[in-house]
């Protein structure tokens, strides 16, 4: 039977959301189900603001960053208040299915909602943290990889230019993926991640125990270290002048921001969001609700949408065991 499917884009921006929303559409027209997206995340469904969604929409929309739908943060809608408000105008609207991409504050907004209204929720997982239990990835994440990763590669040449330090912070919340592959794919000299900081004295006393070693092998070289952002107390100021307080004085502290979030998806970002869009629709109308798509092994799964926040996704014992490799074993002398 042929529903009315509902779709929003919630919270940060990823790239990719729009060639899921590309998938969704093109599913839907396939299956016969209606499709409307509400526009500003949660926002526009307090408002019942939404336009409907067709062939002619998809037009050029795979290859584009950002979301047609635009994004926003919504905290009215944690309140019960907000949630029934925005269960109304689903019912208002006719509503069966909504589909929700987004990250950890979306899916628990949608798991809020599902109190209130009764009707099936699939959520997508769109972050580029990539911070979802129940997917190897979510969309963006390979395209932030790569926007950092080239960010790294022109830091890394000033700073051979001039023999400095360099600090790149890199998003990724409270978890460490981007900031690990980021480094792996520069070949950055060391990474701080949040699953592994222990203390600031600790990660210190590395930091300048790899610097010396580099230097006392070969000079006065460049060095670049990644920081995922929200680890270090007081952020990259507060590591550059811990360092200064050990006598490296040569620092340049470089945050990346927003830009991570932006540009065109790349290839991997697109075939996940095509694949989870497309099966997130073919969900439509099934017992399924409350429930994530994701991809593991390169096959699409259904996740609790609880778990994808109760769970804690652990970073990858292989690239764990390669960057710790590259940290210690190149640059500490043998004793």
Request: with cysteine.
């Amino acid at each position: 039977m042929s529903k009315r499917v509902a779709i929003l884009t919630s919270g940060g921006d990823a790239p990719g959301m729009n060639a899921c929303l590309r998938a969704a559409i093109i599913k839907c027209q396939c299956a016969g189900h209606e499709l409307v997206g509400y526009k500003h995340g949660y926002n526009g469904l307090l408002e019942q603001d939404f336009i409907p969604l067709n062939y002619e929409t998809t037009h050029n929309l795979i290859q584009q960053g950002g979301t047609l739908l635009h994004s926003a943060r919504c905290k009215s809608f944690k309140t019960d208040e907000g949630a029934l408000r925005g269960a109304h105008n689903l019912q208002k609207a006719k509503i069966d299915t909504l589909i929700v991409i987004g990250g950890d504050g979306s899916f628990r907004g949608a798991s809020h909602l599902s109190r209130f209204w009764n009707g099936q929720i699939i959520g997508i997982p769109g972050t580029i943290d990539n911070d979802i239990a129940g997917t190897d990835a979510t969309i963006g994440y390979y395209t932030a990889i790569d926007t950092a990763m080239s960010s790294i590669d022109k830091v890394r040449d000033t700073a051979d230019a001039f023999e400095r330090i360099f600090l790149v912070e890199v998003m990724g919340r409270h978890a460490g993926f981007l900031a690990l592959n980021a480094a792996i794919s520069a070949a950055a000299d060391y990474v701080i991640v949040p699953e592994f900081f222990t203390s600031e004295e600790a990660e210190l006393n590395k930091i300048v125990t790899q610097i010396k070693a580099r230097r006392a092998q070969k000079g006065a070289v460049s060095f670049i270290i990644v920081v995922a952002e929200n680890v270090w107390p007081n952020g990259l100021n507060g590591l550059s002048e811990a360092l200064k307080s050990k006598e490296i004085d040569d620092v340049r502290p470089v945050t990346l921001g927003h830009v991570q979030r932006g540009g065109s998806p790349v290839s991997q970002d697109r075939l996940l969001a095509t694949t989870l869009g497309e099966f997130a629709v073919s969900l439509v109308g099934t017992e399924n609700t409350n429930i994530m798509v994701g991809e593991v092994n390169q096959k699409p799964v259904i996740v609790p949408l609880h778990e994808t926040w109760e769970c804690t996704k652990p970073l990858n014992e292989a690239q764990i065991s390669t960057m710790r490799a590259l940290m210690n074993d190149r640059y500490t002398p043998p004793s």
